[in-house]
């Protein structure tokens, strides 16, 4: 699906060092492609890093995950490559938490090349919290949709709105 009207935008106002950072990484040698790039498969492997670096900051993390009987899939994903990345660049990964309901949760990945601050990338996603014996969506336990809506109060308070797609809806 090609988006153009509804097509995000970015700009330098954006302060990801005000969200989570859940991943960061130099980019390495077994990292490029042929482009003498970073290949699309780390983006990809990095936004993962990443998805357990923000659970871990609601109590929804590795522990949650093996001990609990219940986890989570992914449903929906959508990557932008916006600036090329290329050997030794360090990178952060901040994540911003946009929407939930009983079962669905909506967040946003922000990778960043740490040497001039440009936007490298972004993820977008959309998670269920499932029960691992049935394999079917569940709510997520009251706890941790407490925490997790606090963290969506305190990133829709920021001064920019997220870059959303609007091809992920909850």
Not at 23 to 32: G, I, N, Q, T, Y
Not at 55 to 83: A, K, P, V
Not at 89 to 113: P, V
Request: charged residues 20%.
């Amino acid at each position: 699906m090609i988006l153009t009207s509804n097509r995000p935008t970015y700009n330098r106002s954006m302060d990801f060092r005000l969200l989570p950072l859940t991943f960061r990484a130099a980019v390495e040698a077994k990292h490029l492609d042929l482009m003498d790039h970073m290949n699309v498969m780390w983006y990809t492997h990095f936004f993962d890093r990443a998805v357990w670096g923000f659970y871990e900051t609601f109590g929804f993390g590795q522990d949650y995950h093996t001990t609990s009987g219940f986890g989570s899939f992914g449903l929906e994903m959508y990557t932008r490559h916006l600036s090329e990345l290329r050997l030794g660049d360090e990178i952060h990964i901040y994540t911003r938490a946009i929407a939930r309901n009983s079962k669905l949760f909506h967040y946003m990945h922000f990778m960043q090349r740490v040497g001039d601050g440009e936007l490298a990338a972004t993820c977008e996603l959309l998670g269920v919290h499932v029960d691992l014996a049935t394999r079917r969506s569940a709510p997520l336990p009251e706890h941790i949709g407490a925490v997790l809506d606090g963290i969506i109060a305190k990133h829709r308070a920021l001064d920019w709105a997220a870059p959303v797609s609007g091809a992920i809806r909850l």
